[in-house]
């Protein structure tokens, strides 16, 4: 009896021990972060099985994601692709999906089509061949995957056509020139299907010698499975059933469960996510782990691919952050490897594509979502496996523990964690213990937020390289293009429409030269916009940019300058324009981010006439743009809206006409007027009663656009308003926290100078300390103050227009006019946040929330009583129209006092909006996202 006592107390012992040393010590460490749940126990049974793994991957494409990849400096390019592809390293990823260019934007940029004329076909146009080929230099075992979001204008019939078969099997061709194979190729992204053309797409990938290559349909949904149950025609020709965000939340949501459909599942075929993610490189990875275990456990999903591979984009384009790693700064090498990688290699440097999930060992912990989840895995000879736990919804402690049999290796297993909801080098990918078993059990403790992976396998690794620092591109910048070989992109350019390649000069010029080469408007996946391309540093500011132009057509060519934030559709693009055309007619324009152009200046030239070569110029210098043709001054304009941004050239359309010695030079720093308006109160700092006498209080009030209200930073440093006489000063010129600010006349003093930062803090030269809301209050008469620089809300300011979404926080929908109606009286609802235009709110110098860049919303007949429903109606600048856009989430309508809010705190699709007594509720909140 005593012996039995003492081996039971030994075995206790042994796995209590286990249990300590499988903690990682991170987790040791926060020993305070709660109670225990309760655990989970786990048979792993080697002659059970599932469906087989096929694989994790990521998108290069849908589009222009990876474009600034192949302008990084050789080693730091060599390095990203590492961490993206090399076993042992990083992601280690397993499948590519490779856009296949059709010359039209596809989110982030337009991909150059291999044939942009119908029969003249250039195999190395654009970057995602050669990219393919460095991802298979690292992983020769890697499988590539093809699919069109857009396709050349030239086809015939639209995209579902024999032409886009031909096109595509043209493309095959040309991926193999460059040496490569494609193992899986889809239709037409997003856009549903077409069950016959896919039947015929099948009849002629096998009578080109393509039969290897897999069919995916439809990159949609997953009604795919009910047309392929109907259709046996259609259902032979697919090989994968793939579906796009087929996870909670959609685009970019929780990811919290998954499904498909039971016709789906009962097909037989592979079912795959064949496009996920949409998430910030770090945020996003608990998403991005729980995406793919649930998808395997909710809806039997067996492989998962990440939209986008990286942001190699840009950083004022859309989804700037989002992929495994961002690379927005070729000229300084600098890159982030995200949260995402390390969320990906607990996958793919655990199991193969060919291992097969065991179902009976993957399920929720405790068997319940809230815990977290877990999927099992087994090696083809049946020996390794590896389990794969993530604890992204718990907010406890628990336990796990995993029993081997079924001739499965009982011996030394590893753990690998990562911490996922606290992105850090010191918990990323950390290999944190090795357990042996006892009696053919593991155990191990989870900590809430952590992903963490059990194997018998060996060969993991995590890489070291490190990034340079980042830096702006320094000025003066110049580009000949003549060091560039024919039909190539031109370094830092990255297309937003249509094409813009190396070629030969025209009209008797020597040399290389960019020209945009698609002749007609492609078959676009979003909507229309001119052909431009981007490039250069967003940070430039004060600077002068020139082109040469060559018009091949009668049209217009534009040069941009000043280019920042871009939303989607790529027409939405805040900058600044000299349009010309070639009689001579130009103007100086200003386009936003709602996708409106106004002219700021015009007028008409002599005429520029076809096939001769001008010089164009655009210059700023604070407020003031200057336009120039061939040395010759065409006008000025003054605009505050845009002190920074890149440069860019383009076409009206889709003329075919060249550019040459691209050049920007730096100017000196001139006058920037705005208000500033406060992010916390969505009121603006005014001269009291417009007041010009020295001492007059600046407080807080209604923004009206009023010359009380507009500041101008001069190149001294100095805020001023009314003139230039008259400047922003502590009260006595002091420096204590406290002091409150006033106007005064110019002098000089370090008092009166002030710093307005890029984060929107307005710092003073004298004391270091921040224009502040006096106690953080947002109503009108608020004194504003100095204070020591917090970063709090209320020491933060906005100097002009800001366009965004009105995102619910409560039901994560913006507010939306239905149908991208316009006329007066439409009510805005709730729909999906999609970034189009009517989805996208500016709220203005003058306190109004614009739309489509002439409509404001307002309340219905200009009523004030709660229930009031809200419409759109042209802007006449009455009180109901005018509402305080608040950093706490409220929008506060100035006629009525009350707040925006959605009807009876609804969450679906076309829920109504209205107004209603401000009460904090959190169908009162809204994230300008």
């Known amino acids: 009896m005593v012996r039995q006592w003492r081996s039971a107390l030994l075995s206790v012992l042994a796995l209590l021990a286990a249990l300590l040393a499988a903690v990682p010590a991170a987790a040791q460490a926060a020993p305070e972060r ?50 993206l592809f090399k076993p042992g390293y990083g992601a280690d990823l397993q499948l590519l999906k490779l856009e296949i260019g059709g010359d039209a934007n596809s989110t982030d940029g337009s991909e150059p089509s291999i044939e942009h004329t119908k029969g003249q076909i250039n195999c190395d146009a654009g970057y995602e061949f050669q990219l393919a080929e460095q991802a298979e230099a690292r992983n020769p075992h890697l499988k590539l995957y093809g699919l069109a979001w857009a396709a ?69 949904g997953w009604s795919v499975a009910d047309d392929m149950a109907a259709d046996p025609a ?153 389990t794969v736990l993530e604890t992204t919804t718990a907010t406890t402690a628990q336990t796990a523990s995993i029993h081997v049999e079924g001739g499965l290796s009982a011996g030394t297993v590893h753990v690998w964690a990562t911490d996922v909801d606290h992105p850090s080098a010191a918990t990323d990918f950390v290999h944190t213990a090795d357990l042996t078993p006892t009696g ?28 340079p620092a980042d830096h ?103 900058a600044y324009e000299l349009r010309i055309s070639d009689t001579g007619s130009w103007s100086i324009a200003r386009s936003s981010t709602a996708g409106t152009l ?95 006498a020295a001492g007059t209080a600046v407080e807080l009030w209604d923004c009206n656009g009023g010359g009380n209200q507009h500041w101008t930073a001069t190149p001294a440093g100095q805020l001023t308003v009314y003139d230039d006489s008259t400047c922003l000063t502590p009260a006595g010129g002091a420096t204590a926290d406290g002091t409150a600010v006033q106007i005064a006349p110019c002098t000089g003093s370090a008092a009166q100078k002030w710093t307005v930062e890029d984060d929107g ?15 953080q209050a947002t109503a009108p008469g608020t004194a504003l103050e100095l204070w020591g620089c917090n970063g709090g809300p209320n020491q933060l300011w906005d100097r002009g227009d800001t366009t965004a979404l009105l995102r619910g926080r409560q039901s994560g929908r913006c507010v939306d006019v239905p149908a991208l109606r316009q006329d007066d009286g439409t009510q805005p609802a709730l729909w999906d946040c999609n970034g189009g235009a009517n989805q996208l709110w500016t709220s203005t110098a003058t306190n109004q929330l614009t739309v489509y860049g002439t409509k404001c919303l307002g309340t219905v007949g200009g009523a004030t ?37 959605v009807t009876g705190g609804a969450t679906a699709n076309s829920s109504p909006l209205e107004i209603s007594g401000c009460t904090g509720a959190t169908n009162q909140e809204w994230d300008r996202a």
Not at 77 to 83: E, K
Not at 241 to 261: K, L, V
Not at 454 to 464: A, N, P
Request: with cysteine; proline share 4%; net charge negative.
């Open 34 to 83: 709660s109670p225990h749940a309760a655990g989970t126990q786990i048979t792993l049974n080697g002659t059970k099985g599932g469906r087989t793994f096929d694989g994790i991957g990521a998108i290069s494409g849908g589009g222009g994601n990876s474009r600034l990849l192949s302008d990084y400096p050789p080693a730091q390019r060599a390095q990203i692709l590492d961490y």
């Open 152 to 220: 050349p204008g030239w086809i015939n019939g639209g995209f579902w056509s024999t032409d886009t078969i031909d096109y595509l099997i043209s493309w095959l061709g040309c991926a193999k020139q460059h040496g490569l194979t494609i193992s899986y190729l889809g239709g037409w992204n997003e856009r549903g299907h077409d069950a016959d053309w896919y039947v015929q797409l099948r009849s002629a990938l096998d009578a080109a010698g393509y039969r290897s290559v897999q069919i995916v349909a439809d990159d949609s």
């Open 234 to 386: 259609f259902n032979d020709a697919v090989s994968v059933i793939g579906a796009h965000y087929p996870c909670a939340g959609g685009d970019g949501g929780s990811a919290d469960t998954c499904s498909s459909t039971d016709t789906a599942k009962n097909n037989g075929k592979p079912l795959w996510a064949s496009e996920n993610g949409s998430q910030d490189m770090d945020s996003g990875a608990p998403a991005l782990v729980r995406s793919i275990v649930r998808g395997y456990v909710d809806a039997k999903m067996t492989a998962y691919l990440n939209w986008p591979l990286v942001a190699a984009i840009y950083p004022n384009l859309p989804y700037a952050t989002v992929g495994l790693a961002t690379a927005g700064s070729p000229w300084s090498g600098h890159y982030t490897i995200g949260e995402n990688t390390w969320a990906t290699a607990q996958f793919t440097q655990f199991a193969q594509p060919g291992w097969t999930f065991v179902d009976s060992a993957s399920g929720y912990l405790g068997g319940a979502e809230s815990n977290g989840s877990y999927v099992s895995l087994k090696s083809p000879d049946g020996t390794d496996w590896s």
């Open 440 to 467: 053919g059990t593991y155990a191990l403790t989870l900590q809430p937020g952590w992903v963490y992976t059990l194997t018998t396998t060996t060969g993991q690794g995590k890489g070291t390289a490190t990034a």
């Open 472 to 574: 702006a591109l320094a000025l003066p910048y110049s580009d000949s293009y003549d060091s560039d070989a024919t039909a190539t992109e031109a370094r830092y350019l990255s297309d937003m429409q249509g094409s813009f390649e190396v070629r030969p000069c025209a009209a008797g010029r020597s040399g290389q030269c960019v020209q945009q080469v698609t002749p007609v408007k492609p078959i676009e996946w979003q909507d229309d916009s001119d052909a431009f391309t981007l490039g250069g540093d967003p940070t430039w500011s004060d600077y002068t940019v020139k082109t040469d132009v060559d018009l091949q057509q009668a049209g217009t060519v534009e040069l941009i300058g000043r280019a920042g934030t871009q939303q989607r559709p790529q027409s939405h693009q805040a």
């Open 598 to 692: 106004t002219t700021l200046a015009s007028g008409s030239r002599a005429a520029l006439g076809l096939n001769s070569w001008h010089t164009l110029g655009l210059g700023f210098s604070g407020d003031t743009i200057t336009a120039t043709a061939d040395g010759a001054t065409l006008g000025t304009a003054t605009d505050s809206a845009y002190h920074r941004g890149q440069i860019g050239f383009g076409t009206a359309g889709y003329q075919t006409d060249q550019f040459d010695n691209l050049s920007v030079t730096a100017n000196p720093p001139g006058d920037i007027g705005g208000v500033l308006k406060g992010r916390q109160s969505g009121l603006c700092a005014d001269v009291t009663g417009a007041s010009r």
């Open 761 to 775: 803090s307005v710092v003073n030269g004298a004391s270091g300390t921040c224009l502040d809301a006096t106690g």
């Open 865 to 901: 009583a709660d229930g009031t429903g809200v419409e759109i109606r042209t802007c006449s600048g009455t009180a109901t129209q005018q509402w305080r856009v608040r950093s706490d989430g409220t929008v506060q309508n100035v006629g009525s006092g009350t707040c925006l809010e």
